[in-house]
């Protein structure tokens, strides 16, 4: 069970918010709150995995609550205004619905903040590889992933995100580090903090970007003379 906390301003709204969550089975309410400063002095003495919070409220907007947090709990914004939703991301968030939400919606949300607690909750993952595939486990499954049908790994904080050509991406609670470690360097390059990159599948280069379709992977400077070489040995001139 994930233990969260609501708040909104909005009565109708929080009232709507806390039986989406009581008729979610993994999901427990723990309080609601019909302003952020109740919800503070609430959290200076419970721990909370979980906040759905509203953005516009009186007094102190659910924004500037999170980032008056020192350790937030996880968060998925609800708000009418989508405006917000950039700014809501770059605290991290989960999620941001929009208003109004129906049950669908925030059940698909709800089930994301689910599989971010799995991966955190599960023990590291470990890699297994040879010269053509990885194993790999992901959540309780292991995965057998090809390493020509890899794209591009993108680091996500705790885990990685693995892309594939034609298939969904797969997320494993691994370092970059230690995916890196066990792919061959003749066809896998690091070409940013949070980004490693199949050369072999590599088509487009626009603007010191690798284009995936409509990814577009940075090169870091740290990194751009080491794949400028690559670029230089293959170059036909």
């Not at 503070?40 to 509203?54: Q, R, W």
């Not at 980004?195 to 577009?216: C, G, P, Q, S």
Request: hydrophobic share 40%; proline share 4%; aromatic share 12%.
């Amino acid at each position: 069970m994930i233990n969260c906390i609501a708040i909104d301003d909005e009565p109708l709204a929080l009232r709507q918010i806390t039986s989406y969550i009581e008729k979610t089975p993994f999901l427990e309410l723990q309080q609601s709150f019909e302003s952020a400063i109740e919800a503070l002095s609430y959290l200076e003495k419970n721990s909370v995995e979980l906040m759905f919070v509203d953005i516009n409220m009186p007094d102190l907007n659910g924004m500037d609550f999170v980032k008056s947090l020192e350790n937030p709990p996880k968060i998925i914004f609800t708000t009418a205004y989508s405006e917000y939703a950039l700014e809501g991301f770059k605290v991290d968030a989960l999620d941001y619905l929009l208003k109004p939400i129906d049950y669908a919606t925030f059940l698909k949300s709800s089930n994301k903040a689910k599989s971010w607690f799995n991966l955190q909750n599960s023990k590291p993952e470990q890699i297994n590889s040879n010269d053509d595939f990885l194993f790999i486990k992901s959540e309780y499954k292991i995965l057998r992933v090809k390493l020509n049908d890899i794209k591009y790994i993108e680091g996500m904080r705790e885990y990685v995100r693995i892309h594939l050509a034609n298939e969904k991406p797969i997320m494993t609670l691994l370092s970059m580090k230690a995916v890196e470690q066990q792919l061959p360097s003749d066809s896998f390059m690091r070409v940013h903090r949070s980004y490693i990159v199949n050369l072999k599948m590599i088509t487009t280069i626009e603007r010191n970007r690798i284009v995936f379709d409509k990814a577009y992977i940075p090169i870091s400077e740290q990194h751009k003379e080491e794949f400028q070489q690559f670029v230089n040995k293959n170059f036909l001139s």
